[in-house]
């Protein structure tokens, strides 16, 4: 039951990502299609280096963290869990800065505003910062630091995902405004850095738990108790 359960948030945060990685497979194959410039991809395909950075390294990031969360994988496969680290974060600060570029330097639709570009560019520049303290972190061996950091950057990462979910219903009933899809989206952004907060607060209270508590026989009761 328990490696069963271990795989929970893998899978969870793999079905996150399905809908942003759909969108992104559709838009490469547009790209090498060498389509007709319309209003909706004009800033796509005059700039085509970008997005394809963006799209392939989000998923890899995005996908390949996923597993990063498996607590059966850190503790039986150590090394895996190395390797696989070495390829997610640079995937993460690679998406992150093709995220700026694009941002900063394409002509962004009207649907999307100012107030979205600079969500954008802050959300986007603190990922590339949360991930670089997050090698910073393991270079040193500060595991502890190292896991909150790239849970932070993670959560940022995965906002496409929780985007979908919170504007869909929105875009159905065509209820967003500019300044609503701005807001709605960095609301996705805030709520993931709210769960990884509480995910990384709960994992810091495991050891402290662990700490106080010892086996006896068969039974486990608190160390200070006689």
């Known amino acids: 039951m328990t490696k069963r359960r ?5 899978t969870g945060l793999i079905l996150l990502s399905l809908v942003p990685m759909l969108a992104g497979s559709v838009r490469l194959a547009e790209l090498g299609s060498d389509p ?12 085509p280096l970008p997005v394809v950075v963006h799209i392939v390294s989000a998923s890899v ?14 503790r039986r496969r150590p090394r895996w869990h190395r390797l696989a680290g070495r390829v997610v974060a640079p995937a993460g600060i690679a998406a992150a800065l093709s ?13 999307d505003g100012p107030l979205l570009e600079v969500v954008r560019l802050v959300f986007g520049t603190a990922m ?3 991930l670089v303290l997050g090698v910073v972190a393991i270079v040193r061996r500060d595991v502890v630091t190292h896991s909150a950091w790239m849970t932070r950057g993670y959560a940022i990462g995965q906002g496409a995902g929780t985007q979908a979910l919170i504007l869909g219903p929105f875009l159905v009933i065509g209820l967003t405004s500019v300044t609503a ?14 769960v990884a907060e509480w995910v990384i607060r709960r994992r810091r209270r495991r050891p402290a738990a662990r700490r106080g508590r010892r086996p006896v026989g068969s039974a486990v009761v608190r160390a200070d108790v006689s």
Do not use: K
Not at 181 to 194: E, F, I, K, P, T
């Open 6 to 10: 271990d795989w929970l948030i893998p």
């Open 61 to 74: 990031f995005c996908l390949l963290g996923a597993f990063q969360f498996h607590p059966g994988l850190r």
């Open 128 to 130: 590339v910062a949360f």
């Open 36 to 47: 007709a410039v319309t209003p909706d991809n004009a800033r796509f395909v005059s700039m």
């Open 181 to 194: 899809r701005a807001l709605l989206m960095a609301l996705a952004w805030v709520l993931n850095l709210a």
């Open 99 to 111: 995220g700026l570029w694009m941002a900063s330097f394409s002509d962004l639709p009207a649907t």
